[in-house]
C-alpha cells in the first residue's frame, strides 16, 4: 500500500477559512460548479475573466438566474468564435462555449423547456471545435439495450501503441464530452491514445431513456467489444473513473479481465451512503430546500429512474463496491480530497481495506494546502495530471 499526501511546505492544512471568504459563492453548490467550470482553463475551456464578468450578474442561490448568465456568457463567446480568424483563436472559444454552455445547464430541472436547445448548441460547440482544432477523432455508437452508448476514441501521437490506452468514464452528473477537458486531452498531450465512453444514466444515453445500472461491466463490455472489433487490441487499458464513476470503474474491472488498471478519482465505495442525507431530507419533505438539494434529488430520480426520494435511495442498494472489491485484481490508484462534500473522507479508508487481492494500492490524498482538497480536485488540474499520469507511468514501464 503506498499512500501518498499532496501538501504545501505546511505538514497540515490550515484552519477553514471563515464562511464566505475565499468563496465565489455562499452557496455550495454555485461555488463547486464554478471551480468546476474554471478547471477547464489548463486546456481552454474557460476563462478567468470571463467567467468571473459572468458570475457578478448571478443572483446567488438562483437557478434560473445561473442559467441565464451563463448562457449570456456562451453567446458572448460564439460571437467572438463565429468571427476569429485564426483557427487556434476560432476552436478555442468553441470549447469555452462548450464548457459554458455545460454549466448553464447543469442546475436546470430535467424538464425545463430550456435543456434540449442547450444541450444540441452544447454539443455542436464541443465538435466544432474539435474539428476547427484539429483534433482527430472517432465517434462510435454502440447498441445497447434498445438505444445507443456513445463513446469517442483519440488516436495517439506515434509510439501510443506502445503505452497503454486510457479509458475514461464520468459519474452522476457528467457528461461524455466534459471528459475531454477534464483529464482527456492530459492523455494525448502525453503521448496516450484515449477512448472516452458513456453509460446509462449519463448524457445522450440518459435523455435516450437509458438509466443508472449498478452492473457497470455490461456498459463498459459493450463498449469494448464494439472498439476492439475495429481496432488493434492495446498494450494494455487503464480505466479511469470521474466522481461516481471512482465506483463505477472499479466495478467494471471487476468483472472485466481487459482492464489493467483502475483510478478512482475520487472513491466512491458506496455511492447511497453518499446520497442518503440528502434523499432522505427529501424523502421526509423535512430540512433546508437547498440548491443542492433539490438539484440532487431531482437527478437522482432522472438517472434512477425513480419516481420519489424514497424509491430512488433504495434503487441505490447495490451501488455498493462491498460485495466486488476483493474479485479486483489489476493496480489501482484512489485520488482522496480531504474535504471532499460528496464523499465522507471514511469510504478511502474502506475501499483500501477491502482490495485484498489488488495487484497494488496507492492512495493520493490531497490536503487544503496543495488546493486539491475539493471532489475530483476541482480547480487544480494539474495536481489531478500529476497524479493519474505519473501513476500510470510508474505502474506500467512502457507508458514512460
Not at 456513445?150 to 457528461?175: C, H, N, Q, T, W
Not at 434523499?279 to 421526509?284: E, F
Request: charge should be negative; include cysteine; glycine fraction near 10%.
Amino acid at each position: 500500500m503506498n499512500t501518498l499526501t499532496l501538501a504545501g511546505p505546511q505538514a497540515a492544512s490550515p484552519p477553514a477559512p471563515a464562511k464566505g471568504d475565499g468563496r465565489f459563492f455562499a452557496d455550495p453548490v454555485f461555488h463547486f460548479q464554478t471551480i468546476r467550470a474554471l478547471m477547464e482553463i489548463n486546456t481552454g475551456g474557460a476563462d478567468t475573466g470571463e467567467v468571473l464578468a459572468a458570475i457578478a450578474r448571478i443572483i446567488d442561490g438562483d437557478v434560473q438566474s445561473w442559467y441565464a448568465e451563463w448562457a449570456a456568457l456562451a453567446d458572448r463567446v460564439q460571437v467572438r468564435a463565429d468571427k476569429a480568424i485564426n483557427t487556434l483563436s476560432k476552436g478555442g472559444a468553441l470549447m469555452r462555449v462548450h464548457n459554458y454552455r455545460r454549466t448553464a445547464e447543469f442546475l436546470l430541472p430535467p424538464d425545463d423547456p430550456k435543456r434540449p436547445g442547450s444541450w444540441v448548441k452544447c454539443l455542436a460547440a464541443f465538435y466544432k471545435g474539435l474539428d476547427v482544432l484539429g483534433v482527430a477523432h472517432e465517434r462510435i455508437s454502440i447498441p445497447y439495450q434498445g438505444a445507443n452508448l456513445r463513446a469517442i476514441y483519440f488516436p495517439g501521437a506515434p509510439g501510443a501503441e506502445k503505452k497503454p490506452l486510457v479509458m475514461l468514464v464520468g459519474g452522476f452528473d457528467s457528461i461524455l464530452e466534459e471528459l475531454y477537458p477534464m483529464l482527456g486531452k492530459a492523455a494525448l498531450d502525453r503521448g496516450y491514445s484515449l477512448l472516452m465512453y458513456e453509460g446509462p444514466g449519463q448524457g445522450q444515453a440518459l435523455r435516450d431513456g437509458l438509466r443508472f445500472t449498478p452492473e457497470w461491466e455490461k456498459p463498459t463490455g459493450a463498449v469494448l467489444d464494439a472498439f476492439l472489433a475495429t481496432h488493434a487490441k492495446p498494450t494494455g487499458i487503464v480505466l479511469i473513473g470521474m466522481s461516481m464513476g471512482g465506483y463505477f470503474a472499479p466495478r467494471a474491472a471487476a468483472f472485466e479481465p481487459r482492464i489493467d488498471g483502475v483510478v478512482s478519482w475520487d472513491v466512491c465505495f458506496d455511492y447511497q451512503a453518499c446520497a442518503k442525507y440528502t434523499l432522505a431530507a427529501a424523502a421526509r419533505r423535512s430540512g433546508p430546500a437547498s440548491v443542492g438539494a433539490v438539484w440532487g434529488t431531482a437527478n437522482a430520480l432522472w438517472t434512477m429512474g425513480a419516481s420519489s426520494a424514497e424509491e430512488a435511495l433504495a434503487m441505490m442498494t447495490p451501488y455498493t463496491l462491498a460485495p466486488v472489491a476483493a474479485r479486483i485484481r489489476q493496480p489501482v490508484l484512489m485520488l482522496v480530497g480531504e474535504d471532499d462534500q460528496f464523499i465522507p473522507l471514511r469510504q478511502a479508508a474502506q475501499f483500501e481495506a477491502a482490495l485484498v487481492n489488488a495487484a497494488s494500492v496507492t492512495k493520493c490524498v490531497f490536503d487544503r494546502i496543495s488546493g486539491g482538497s475539493e471532489h475530483c480536485q476541482a480547480g487544480c488540474a494539474s495536481l489531478v495530471d500529476t497524479a493519474v499520469y505519473d501513476w500510470i507511468e510508474s505502474t506500467f514501464p512502457t507508458a514512460a
